[in-house]
């Protein structure tokens, strides 16, 4: 199993409005993408894509500040963000931190793209 770096986006458009883009590409089997810091970001939106290849992606937090035991983050109807096919999902939950999963398949190849805001003060 290996950890899958993410890579930040940004852009004139989105700093305007106080947001960013986070995005892992490529997860495979039995993989989960480094944890990210997104306390800060109160409203944040999941996109999950790609090849699942009979896989489960689930979007997990924690707030340790070593991060170690996470649990599934929901959606604004209270379900599990647990997918086996491509979703974008609002994240009710503002952990510390914050990861995707990919369980199970055979070669699945997935991305997942979060766009966090900030609250404007």
Known sequence: MADIAYNIERSALLDTRQATIVKWADIGKDEVGISWISGEYTDKTVHILGN?????????????????????LTDPQGNPISKVVAAIEAI????????????????????????AKKNKR
């Open 92 to 115: 009710t939950e503002s952990p510390l931190y914050l990861r995707p999963k990919v369980s199970g398949g055979t070669t699945p190849s997935v991305t997942v793209i979060i766009v």
């Open 52 to 72: 699942f290849s009979d896989s489960t992606v689930t979007i997990e937090g924690t707030n340790e500040s070593t991060p170690s035991n996470f649990v599934i």
